[in-house]
Each structure stands twice: as structure tokens, then as C-alpha cells.
């Protein structure tokens, strides 16, 4: 089945521990992404990824640290979480962003920072 | 700056009624526009997109209409059911080199039985 799975789904965890949210797609797809999704803000993109080691900045990507060494993965990396960091976080990946596919989206992984 | 919105937080429908949701955009470079479902405790489900060459589209039970004139979208579900309910985003790419999709804040249809 095609899909894109996030772990953990939920995680509660402390100010300044490092903690990473792994993404996994089976499709083969180009572009990933990874958005948050805070109630009034709606869904904003953290940071993307055209293809293998090629990763940017999106709409806010302070305290967020990504990597994509290998087409299928493309984990998000909090070093030093902060409480403003609890949120609702989606991955999402599509075939080419150049060719208007849409972006297919993981089930969230929501993390409250205490 | 630019944005794309919805005009209607809440829909209340009643079941086997077709339901229409609404939403504007401010850009005109927009060039593609994707229908979101979002259920609780699940991440945004694709349901219908539409590229700037197209006026209307139609999938299963649903049709997205784009009127580049007055920079609006809807999205119409034929014989609404309570499954349909859920919060539906409109989102676009409007192709400005920023590779990222800009959501609007949602539309939350209620189907009442």
C-alpha cells in the first residue's frame, strides 16, 4: 500500500531534549516536506526537499533541523525543543513538485514539549 | 500579502443534500489547486485537484469548479453522508520558486443524518 508513515505518532517529552520524527514514503516520490498545523495558523511548511541532499527552508524553520540521505526518508530533528514547538506535524511527499502532483500526507505525529 | 482563504469556518448539510465549499485566492500566478479531506486524528487526505488551464473537474461524487476571473475554487459533493464529514482545505501552488503549498484554514462540514 502506498503511504507515507510518521513515527512516533505521539510523543510527550521535556525542553532541551533532542528528539527526532522519522517519514518514510514507499512511492518513490521526489519531494517530501514537513508541515505543522497549529489551531488559527493552519498548516505551514517547516522545510522540503527536492530530491536526495537537496533540503530548504520553508515558512518556519527555526528549531528544526531536516536530512534526506536516502530518497524514502526524511526525518525532522528538534535539538533543543522548546514548549512554542508543541504542535501537530505532517510529512508529506509527491512525485516531482516541477509537475503540480499533489502532496500525499502521513497520519501527524503530534509532540507536546514541557 | 498573498493568501488563500475560505469564506465559511462551519457547514451544516443534511444528509443526501449536496454540499458546496468555497474558497478564494489573492494570487494570480496560482496555477494548481488541491482539495484536502481531514479527518480527526488523521493527517490531510487528497481528493480532487485542478491545474489553471481548467475551468471544472470531476471525480467520484465530486467537482471542483475554478473561476480564474474572480480568483475562486469550490468544491461540490454530490449526496452528501455522514462519512463526508470532516474539515476540507483548499491549497495552492502558485509557482513562485517558494516550494510549498499554502492551505487555507479549512471549512469544517457537519452532515446531519
Known amino acids: 500500500e502506498a503511504q507515507v508513515t510518521q513515527n512516533p505518532r505521539y510523543l510527550i517529552t521535556v525542553t532541551g531534549k533532542k528528539l527526532t520524527v522519522t517519514c518514510s514514503q514507499n512511492m518513490n516520490h521526489e519531494y517530501m516536506s514537513w508541515y505543522r498545523q497549529d489551531p488559527g495558523l493552519g498548516l505551514r511548511q517547516i522545510y522540503y526537499s527536492m530530491n536526495v541532499e537537496v533540503t530548504d527552508k520553508g515558512d518556519v524553520p527555526e528549531g528544526y533541523k531536516v536530512s534526506r540521505k536516502e530518497k524514502r526518508n526524511f526525518p525532522l530533528i528538534l535539538e533543543s525543543p522548546s514548549p512554542n514547538q508543541t504542535s501537530l506535524y505532517f510529512c508529506?511527499?509527491?512525485?516531482?513538485?516541477?509537475?503540480?502532483?499533489?502532496?500525499?500526507f502521513g497520519d501527524g505525529t503530534r509532540l507536546s514539549i514541557l | 500579502g498573498e493568501s488563500v482563504g475560505l469564506h465559511l469556518p462551519t457547514l451544516s448539510v443534511q444528509e443526501g443534500d449536496n454540499s458546496i465549499i468555497n474558497c478564494a485566492y489573492s494570487?494570480?500566478?496560482?496555477?494548481?489547486f488541491i482539495w484536502y479531506k481531514q479527518e480527526s486524528g488523521k493527517g490531510p487526505q487528497f481528493i480532487i485537484d485542478i491545474r489553471s488551464n481548467m475551468d471544472k473537474r470531476q471525480g467520484q461524487r465530486v467537482t471542483v469548479l475554478l473561476n480564474k476571473t474572480v480568483k475562486h475554487l469550490s468544491l461540490q459533493i454530490a449526496a452528501t453522508q455522514p462519512g463526508d464529514s470532516a474539515v476540507y482545505f483548499c491549497?495552492?501552488?502558485?509557482?513562485?520558486?517558494?516550494?510549498?503549498?499554502?492551505f487555507g484554514s479549512g471549512t469544517r462540514l457537519q452532515v446531519q443524518p
Open positions: 508529506a511527499s509527491s512525485l516531482s513538485w516541477d509537475r503540480n502532483q499533489p502532496q500525499h
Open positions: 491549497a495552492e501552488n502558485s509557482d513562485t520558486g517558494r516550494r510549498a503549498l499554502t
Open positions: 494570487n494570480s500566478a496560482s496555477d494548481y
